[in-house]
């Protein structure tokens, strides 16, 4: 995470990263960012300018679920084809081969 970080900085924006860990179902990683997108606005120590939640897309029966709650909720919800690592790589590293997700 402290690589996106730093490449998030790089690009002139100020940016807290935090990962939250709840496991691989998209619902149960929107409804965690909820809570804690509530708590943050409950409480005089933090608050977000904005949420946003990366999941693989796999064959969870719960993404549509957790894509309407985002929806609802007002909610970046990035859903990633391959390992979010591959993606990162792809976004933030200066490559010229070819990359696949193995």
Not at 76 to 89: A, D, P, T
Request: proline residues 3%; negative net charge; contains cysteine.
């Amino acid at each position: 995470m402290e690589g996106l970080n730093r490449h998030l900085r790089s690009k002139g924006a100020t940016v807290v990263v935090k990962p939250i860990a709840v496991g691989k179902d998209p619902l149960k990683v929107v409804q965690k960012c909820v809570e804690k997108r509530d708590e943050a606005l409950h409480s005089d120590k933090e608050d977000y300018d904005d949420c946003v939640c990366l999941v693989d897309v796999d064959e969870h029966q719960s993404l549509p679920a957790a894509i309407q709650l985002a929806e609802r909720e007002g909610i970046q919800l990035l859903i990633s084809n391959l390992k979010f690592e591959v993606w990162l790589r792809w976004h933030a590293e200066d490559k010229r081969a070819a990359l696949g997700s193995a």
